[in-house]
């Protein structure tokens, strides 16, 4: 397999995009093509493209993204693919983009996710998000991505101790680090006692389905992230001798059942342990040696979850670990430093990509006021549907 | 010369007759809103010295058409303009103020004894749950401060309508006419208010004098960013 690596990064600011859904998802390729100084016309070199988005068809009514997206870049006849694989489109298109280039197929990828989810309203969002439940045993009953999310929160209430409180403490770690990122959808900070005290609590942080609170869960934003993929033998013959490589030392996805019931412990989250056990594997890494993780806080409840089935924390430990501010920027295991989904954003088939520019940006270090002192190796999870298909990957500077 | 001079005109007959007769209005308490951003707001009446230097503020969002900023921000201008004119029956008017920003606006009146009319909410502080917190500052006027039975209500945007017809059940009234225009008419009863006026009606009374002192003045206002 050949070294595959990430040379050029975009991001749109997150939130409620100004511009057409296919300018935004431009915007960003374009950035992340100048960041790299990829050319477009006769000098591009971009042989495919991946673009990741769960509903561009359905909520921003443009089908066949990806098509448009080389035309309107001018990196024509750069193959090009639409991929939607729920709220993980967007590793997804990275994976695919690695596994291209990794298996000689192409030499240089351009992998965008984009998601414009505020062109409808919150329940059409909603309702559309939930199509990716199970058509005949979830979706007709009413249930809802949130309804699932308060589930399993009052399952790991019962079973680990996880209170309230340790949601709301993740909730403002994670809108801390917002307000230190530009590109991020929500950049106002939150004070716990204000989300948290009884007296005030119904007005400030109501409930949405419980125990779920409003600062437990991910805003609704339209957005868009992209990076630019290479193979490390082919730089100098591309034109990028020179440029910073941040490897992809390990990229995996696994499955779980689509019927959340079926599970046999539904507090398990399977696909986020066997996509990042495959990614730690095919790395060479293991959860010690990560520096920095962005793991998917579409829900408070699931950065707990996940930060212990990637072995960043022990089992049962996460919300014990976010209360000792271990979580924290400066913390022995920083999580979501861009502001993860809870405060960055959560553009669906976006996110993804989104991850993984916030880890180079740690990799490169130039994260600013937010980066981890001597990253050298980070973790990507974007879970799709609920938990049963997750990507997860590991980068590395060295 | 005083912000207000422009506006001043003689009280002679005919400006009696143009007038609106007053039903008699109580003081609004003011009260302390704690926001998610640790910020403390201040919810009081504003001051008639203070509403010259709003209009002009507000002008600039004229043409912000993103969330019907425009039309809210129009038709702000034109209700404040009647009650600086006296031109509009029994508006009341209060500002949301962090440490002297303007960080929202509600304003309304009273129809009659019985049964009231919201204007609008307009959040200037984005994303700290202003507006939610300033519309229901402007029931509990309505409800537990003129002990009126019902106010009229209706939404310009979207997010009006979630707030405020979704979040309060409210119940249609296509029929009772609403002076903002020819969209459907909603109604919070006093019995929805007292249904959800526990989870939606939050302030701290008597408001801390340190922040009743530092909200005092109107800070002037350079841009609006929204």
Redesign the interface.
Known sequence: MREVGIIGIGHTKFGKSQVPFLDMACAAALEAMDDAGAKTGNKNVIDQVFVGSMGSGMVSRVSGIASALVDTLNIRPAAAETIENGPASGASAVKLGFQAIASGCSDCCLVVGAEGMRAVTGWEGTDFVATMLHPTGEYPYGCTLPSFAGMFTRLLMEKNGVESRDLSIISVKNHANACLNPVAHIQNKVVLERITDERIIAATNPLVADPLRQFDMCPVSDGAAAVLLVAKEKMKDLGFDGKPFIKIAGIASATDTHYVANRADPTELLAVRLSSQKAYDMSGKKPEDIDVAELHDAFQILEIAESEETGLFPKGQGHIAAREGKSEIHGEMPINTSGGLKAKGHPLGATGVSQIVEIVKQLRGTAQERQVEGAKTGLIVNFGGFGNNVVSAVLTNE | MSVLDKYNVELNEMEQKLRPPTIGMVPYEPKVI?????EDMLVREAKPEEIPVVLEAIKPLFDHV?DYYDIVAARIYTELLGMLRYRVQDEYLFWGLINGELAGIVNGRLVNAKTGMSYHTMTIKR???VG??LF?AKMEYHFDFMNQDEVLIVAES?NGF?RWMIEYELESAPDRPHELGGVPTYVLTRALWEKHK?????GLRPADPEIIKANEVLKPISEIKV
């Not at chain 2, 704690?34 to 640790?38: A, E, I, K, V, Y």
């Not at chain 2, 526990?198 to 939050?202: H, I």
């Open positions: 704690p926001l998610t951003t640790g993103a994303g700290a749950r939610a917190q229901a979207p979630r526990g989870n939606k009606n939050v």
